[in-house]
């Protein structure tokens, strides 16, 4: 993947991060395709906060891959800061061919640049190639995940 340049989105980037979003079996059920005034307020925020970067995967202009991190301070593992990737996704016709192992090792690497004590994420119970994908990274499943929709 030499040909891939991984970058802080810009606003310019919203309408295809947005597509990226909605290009998958659960996002197309959860997330709309087209821009509006919470998506506006949404990038306005994570824009506006040095501990969320929204990182793009782009070859050649085009982005193909995205994913949110956010670096979390906490007092545990002694003060320890720890990096969470959220909102991974390839474009469709682009999967299997590498770019988002790529993605996870840069991610992966500015953590360890940044001095975190671990990266963590959470993946759907539905999604078992991520999880294969996932543990083949070295991630382990050692907790469970629960969420509360509001």
Not at 22 to 42: F, I, W
Not at 55 to 78: F, K, M, N, S, W
Request: glycine share 8%; aromatic share 6%.
């Amino acid at each position: 993947m030499t040909d891939v340049i991984f970058r802080e989105a810009t606003r310019a980037d919203l309408p295809a991060v947005l597509a990226l979003l909605a290009d998958d079996v659960l996002g197309r059920d959860r997330d709309l395709p087209e821009v509006d005034a919470a998506y506006e307020r949404a990038f306005a925020d994570l824009d506006a906060d040095p501990r969320n970067h929204l990182i793009v995967a782009d070859v050649d202009g085009e982005l193909v891959g995205c994913l949110q991190i956010t670096y979390i301070p906490g007092l545990g593992r002694h003060g320890a800061e720890r990096s969470l990737i959220e909102s991974v996704r390839v474009r469709s016709d682009r999967r299997g061919q590498g770019l988002g192992r790529a993605m996870m090792r840069w991610a992966i690497d500015r953590a360890r640049e940044r001095g975190c004590a671990l990266v963590q994420l959470t993946t759907d119970k539905r999604r078992a190639d991520a999880h294969r994908f996932y543990l083949d990274l070295g991630f382990e499943a050692s907790h469970e995940g629960m969420k509360l929709a509001l």
